[in-house]
């Protein structure tokens, strides 16, 4: 594994802003607000693949796919697990591939792909909320295990597992992508455990799971509701792409030389997280059938129940301390990803409505009270609603950027490559933006029973359809004239002579630290080249730089930017 080694930017002394220690430091910045740099990529495929892989041991998946099986019964669970992996895994697979040959997180790709840049804030929301959502769950999750193995009160239960998340998450992907290399073998072995030693003992208990029928009015049978209804709640997820691309933003550039490397790490650590987790919910639904009987249905979805019991099939003496043991590792490991790529979503959100930066450490903090608060209000309890509520919105974003880039990009309606810069943006986009609004505005009220049963049980997919409708429609009807608002007119070329992101070195004229070529625009307000943070936070210029966008009056003369080759 390549070491990174720290490096603190010198304080601008001379350009007029200075940041603080935390967000002037790379190893915990990370780069949250930037494009992730050659110079910090120095991690092979396989290590940013494993570490963004790391990130989905999550219980969870046991969790849903437990609440399904009990709520609509096995088929119509192994239906509505299956139908939800399908629509995540092809809609994960140009989100990945753009995020990762632009080495751009979930929300600067959202700005290029026909959001805007202020239109991308509200998308900032739902995927921070994503994140806290699911840090919620899964420290719920953790804490039923304390209460259980080491009898701590549920409510302190919730304090510690938020605690001890800080530590891991404060260094980044520096410290996250060790911890999830080195614990992935254990994970994998603990969690198939239970199922092979019941496959020894036990075979019959397969056949018989195709029997169950937990609280289901229609049995162990096909029900389109029930389809539809646990659809919903599985589509939850499709905002996990968001965190593997957090990962994949730092793959190396794609050469010849490790082109299969990179295509296997983006496919498997990008969409090929469903798999896993399809597989997972699957077994969550097995393994409330086959605990059903001893803790009764209401306790049956709960992952530490189900591995106790999983457990005792080959270490009854030790079952409780194994379980407790599984379920603290999975929780560490998938809620240091859900407090990361929170930290890295609030940082945007809040740069562009504040145009104030104190780092992204300081929104780690906030991500995390902000879970601590719900599951304090017992958020666990009301998992399939929360769920399903939240895909109608999710699902919305997620369908207006993959329509931008496998229908709109190819067919010419917006540009070929992604741009995230404030400097080159609209404020907002109708194509993406209007289209989400569009698309969940219809979904949650066919959510609410506006259009009945069917309605509500398929209305994460009603968003999808109008999202990926809406987009090209509104591409063609605007021309595409709210992609770009100015063209890039640096001189330094944005490529290098091998056709790979140019690492040609600029110093930005306001903070006087050196970028790479991609996250620098010309600024005529400062009279030379600008990075793309010090360009977000700048709240004096009136975007003077975009004449004729309505965002302020024409250029003015621009001094030549400094350029030297990178090191």
């Given at each position: 594994?390549?070491?990174?080694?720290?490096?603190?930017?010198?304080?601008?002394?001379?350009?007029?802003?200075?940041y603080?220690?935390?967000?002037?430091n790379d190893?915990?910045?990370?780069?949250?607000?930037r494009y992730?740099?050659?110079?910090?990529?120095?991690?092979s495929?396989?290590?940013?693949?494993?570490?963004a892989?790391?990130?989905?041991?999550?219980?969870?998946?046991?969790?849903?796919?437990?609440?399904?099986?009990?709520?609509?019964?096995f088929?119509?669970?192994?239906v509505?697990?299956?139908?939800?992996?399908?629509?995540?895994?092809?809609?994960g697979?140009?989100?990945?591939?753009?995020?990762?040959?632009?080495?751009?997180?979930?929300?600067?790709?959202?700005?290029?792909?026909?959001?805007?840049?202020?239109g991308?804030?509200?998308?900032?929301?739902?995927?921070?909320?994503?994140?806290?959502?699911?840090?919620?769950?899964?420290?719920s999750?953790?804490?039923q295990?304390?209460?259980l193995?080491?009898?701590?009160?549920?409510?302190?239960?919730?304090?510690?597992?938020?605690?001890?998340?800080?530590?891991?998450?404060?260094?980044?992907?520096t410290?996250?992508?060790?911890?999830?290399?080195?614990?992935?073998?254990?994970?994998?072995?603990?969690?198939?455990?239970?199922?092979?030693?019941?496959?020894?003992?036990?075979?019959?208990?397969?056949s018989?799971?195709?029997?169950?029928?937990?609280?289901?009015?229609t049995?162990?049978?096909?029900?389109?509701?029930?389809?539809?209804a646990?659809?919903?709640?599985?589509?939850?997820?499709?905002?996990?792409?968001?965190?593997?691309?957090?990962?994949?933003?730092?793959?190396?550039?794609?050469?010849?030389?490790?082109?299969?490397?990179?295509?296997?790490?983006?496919?498997?650590?990008?969409p090929?997280?469903?798999?896993?987790g399809?597989a997972?919910?699957?077994?969550?639904?097995?393994?409330?059938?086959?605990?059903?009987?001893?803790?009764?249905l209401?306790?049956?979805?709960?992952?530490?129940?189900?591995?106790?019991?999983?457990?005792?099939?080959?270490?009854?003496p030790?079952?409780?301390?194994?379980a407790?043991?599984?379920?603290?590792?999975?929780?560490?490991k998938?809620?240091s990803?859900?407090a990361?790529s929170?930290?890295?979503?609030w940082?945007?959100?809040?740069?562009?409505?504040?145009?104030?930066?104190?780092?992204?450490?300081?929104?780690?903090?906030?991500?995390?009270?902000?879970?601590l608060a719900?599951m304090?209000g017992?958020?666990?309890?009301?998992?399939?609603?929360?769920?399903?509520?939240?895909?109608?919105?999710?699902?919305?974003?997620?369908g207006?950027?993959?329509?931008?880039?496998v229908?709109?990009k190819?067919?010419?309606?917006?540009?070929?490559?992604?741009?995230?810069?404030?400097?080159?943006l609209?404020h907002?986009?109708?194509?993406?933006?209007?289209?989400m609004?569009?698309?969940?505005a219809?979904?949650?009220?066919?959510?609410?029973?506006?259009?009945?049963?069917?309605?509500?049980?398929y209305?994460?997919?009603?968003?999808?359809?109008?999202?990926?409708?809406?987009?090209?429609?509104?591409a063609?009807?605007?021309?595409?004239?709210?992609?770009?608002?100015?063209v890039?007119?640096?001189?330094?070329?944005?490529?290098?002579?091998?056709?790979?992101?140019?690492?040609?070195?600029?110093?930005c004229?306001?903070?006087?630290?050196?970028?790479?070529?991609?996250?620098?625009?010309?600024?005529?307000f400062?009279?030379?080249?600008?990075?793309?943070?010090?360009?977000?936070?700048?709240?004096?210029?009136?975007?003077?730089?975009?004449?004729g966008?309505?965002?302020?009056?024409?250029?003015?003369?621009?001094?030549?930017?400094?350029?030297?080759?990178?090191?």
């Amino acid at each position: 594994m390549t070491e990174i080694i720290d490096r603190e930017a010198a304080p601008a002394t001379t350009g007029g802003r200075t940041y603080n220690t935390w967000a002037r430091n790379d190893t915990l910045e990370d780069y949250s607000l930037r494009y992730a740099p050659k110079s910090f990529r120095r991690w092979s495929p396989y290590v940013v693949a494993t570490t963004a892989l790391g990130g989905i041991a999550y219980l969870a998946d046991f969790a849903i796919g437990g609440s399904i099986a009990v709520s609509h019964g096995f088929s119509s669970a192994l239906v509505a697990i299956l139908a939800a992996a399908v629509v995540i895994f092809l809609t994960g697979i140009p989100i990945s591939y753009y995020s990762a040959k632009y080495s751009i997180d979930m929300d600067l790709l959202t700005r290029g792909a026909g959001f805007g840049y202020l239109g991308s804030t509200l998308t900032s929301v739902i995927y921070a909320s994503f994140t806290f959502i699911f840090f919620a769950l899964e420290g719920s999750i953790m804490a039923q295990a304390l209460e259980l193995g080491l009898h701590i009160p549920l409510a302190v239960g919730y304090l510690v597992c938020s605690l001890i998340i800080l530590p891991l998450v404060i260094y980044g992907m520096t410290a996250l992508s060790k911890m999830q290399v080195w614990t992935q073998p254990v994970w994998l072995v603990l969690m198939v455990a239970p199922f092979v030693s019941i496959a020894v003992q036990e075979p019959e208990k397969f056949s018989q799971f195709t029997h169950f029928a937990g609280n289901s009015p229609t049995g162990s049978g096909i029900s389109m509701l029930g389809i539809g209804a646990g659809a919903g709640v599985a589509l939850s997820l499709i905002a996990q792409i968001g965190e593997q691309v957090d990962y994949l933003r730092f793959m190396p550039d794609k050469t010849p030389q490790n082109s299969r490397q990179w295509w296997g790490a983006v496919l498997s650590a990008g969409p090929g997280w469903v798999v896993l987790g399809a597989a997972k919910q699957i077994g969550g639904a097995f393994l409330a059938f086959y605990i059903a009987g001893s803790v009764g249905l209401a306790k049956a979805n709960e992952p530490i129940q189900q591995y106790v019991h999983g457990f005792e099939t080959f270490a009854a003496p030790v079952a409780l301390g194994l379980a407790t043991f599984f379920v603290i590792l999975s929780q560490v490991k998938i809620n240091s990803t859900n407090a990361y790529s929170g930290s890295l979503s609030w940082s945007n959100f809040f740069s562009r409505l504040t145009h104030r930066h104190p780092g992204r450490v300081v929104y780690i903090f906030l991500n995390v009270g902000i879970a601590l608060a719900l599951m304090e209000g017992g958020v666990f309890g009301f998992l399939n609603t929360v769920l399903g509520f939240y895909s109608n919105v999710a699902i919305a974003w997620i369908g207006a950027v993959v329509a931008d880039l496998v229908i709109n990009k190819p067919l010419g309606l917006s540009p070929s490559y992604i741009e995230f810069k404030r400097a080159h943006l609209h404020h907002f986009n109708p194509v993406g933006f209007g289209s989400m609004l569009i698309a969940s505005a219809v979904s949650i009220a066919a959510y609410f029973e506006a259009f009945g049963d069917y309605g509500k049980a398929y209305s994460p997919f009603i968003a999808l359809f109008l999202a990926m409708v809406l987009s090209p429609l509104f591409a063609v009807l605007t021309k595409g004239t709210y992609y770009i608002a100015r063209v890039d007119d640096l001189e330094e070329p944005l490529l290098a002579a091998d056709g790979l992101p140019s690492a040609a070195l600029l110093t930005c004229t306001v903070c006087t630290t050196d970028f790479e070529r991609p996250d620098v625009a010309n600024c005529p307000f400062h009279a030379g080249a600008i990075c793309s943070l010090c360009c977000s936070l700048e709240k004096d210029c009136h975007d003077s730089c975009k004449s004729g966008s309505g965002s302020g009056p024409g250029p003015v003369t621009l001094a030549p930017p400094t350029v030297r080759s990178a090191d």
